[in-house]
């Protein structure tokens, strides 16, 4: 029997309670330990989990025995602070994407991760359902040939809580963060760094970025994106080929299906059920990795944060979205 694998979370908002419901479904894992600032919002998630330990700090976590990794889902301007604290006492780290809020902070923690031996991976977990793995795979079989360009958006309308991370600079707010990162994502993963970026944004009442649309240029390739809080688009994805194009449909960072167009020939839809969200994928990573004692993951390495966040840095530069006391 695989071994059971012990979670701790840190932060307990809305994404908390997805994943927590997800992980409380994966085999051999247990929702071991949670923590927030209130204990009053502690109690009331392990009450909702079924979770004995729960704290009002976040330092208190690793008073839990037997603790064996814990999930970051604090607001982006912590994750940094959160994650170096865990892994500085040796517990592993799945950290919330945007990893951190630049590329310096994203180094420390690479760094803090190597120097106690202790396994850190970025919650991107587009990257592990099945249909962007199915996409890989269409692609490396040459069905729509070279890539030419990628379209990709994400957009709805944000409710106007400047309090709320989305809209508050305080915590990172702004959509490129929170949801541009899926488009600008999946072009890195398909296509990799882009030579060029061009990127501009227009600002909302809180000064965060309400829309940042950014074109990437490659050697052969450019790719499209745009995200936005102030109207709801389609949020879909096409992969335009020589031969073909695969579609991703609407919420395409968490799709079931994807259609396959091949040049003279019939479409093709793959589906793929669940009873998930779909964060059970990067659950099911991660307890693999940390049984078989590996630091970080294949499919999620940490040189790919390195990129990503790197590919962010250069995206807000271009567009002009700061943060003061947090760039860097």
């Known amino acids: 029997m695989a071994k ?49 330990n729960y704290y009002d700090s976040y330092e208190a976590i690793f008073k839990t025995p037997d603790l064996d990794v814990v999930y970051i889902a604090t607001p982006h301007t912590s994750h940094a602070e959160n994650a170096i604290l865990c892994l500085k006492n040796k517990i592993p780290v799945l950290c919330e994407k945007p990893f951190a ?31 962007i793995q199915k996409t890989q795979e269409l692609i490396a079989e040459d069905r729509i040939g070279k890539i030419k360009t990628i379209h990709a958006d994400f957009g709805f309308v944000a409710p106007f809580t400047p309090e709320r991370r989305t809209l508050n600079p305080a915590l990172g707010g702004g959509a490129l963060l929170d949801i541009g990162i899926y488009p600008a994502y999946l072009s890195l993963l398909l296509l990799d760094y882009p030579t060029d970026i061009h990127a501009v944004s227009t600002f909302g009442q809180t000064g965060v970025d309400e829309t940042t649309s950014f074109v990437f240029k490659y050697p052969q390739a450019t790719a499209l994106m745009n995200a936005t809080f102030a109207s709801r688009t389609r949020t879909e994805a096409l992969i335009y080929g020589e031969k073909g194009y695969i579609h991703l449909p609407e919420r395409f960072h968490e799709s079931r299906t994807l259609t396959l167009y091949e040049t003279d020939k019939e479409p093709i839809t793959f589906t793929f059920e669940r009873e998930s969200r779909g964060y059970n994928f990067e659950i099911e990573e991660v307890n693999n990795c940390l049984r078989n004692n590996k630091k970080e993951s294949v499919k999620m390495p940490l040189s790919m944060s390195v990129k990503l966040m790197s590919l962010l840095d250069e995206i807000r530069q271009k567009a002009g979205i700061h943060y003061e006391g947090i760039d860097g």
């Open 4 to 52: 059971p694998i012990r979670w701790g979370i840190i932060g307990l908002g809305k994404i908390a309670e997805k994943f927590a419901t997800d992980l409380v479904n994966v085999p051999h894992t247990q929702l071991h330990a949670v923590a927030s600032t209130s204990i009053e919002r502690a109690q009331d998630f392990a009450r909702k989990f079924n979770v004995s």
């Open 101 to 131: 809020m630049n590329i310096k902070e994203v180094q420390k923690m690479i760094d803090t991760a190597r120097e106690n031996d202790t396994f850190l991976m970025e919650a991107m977990w587009t990257r592990f359902i099945p249909v």
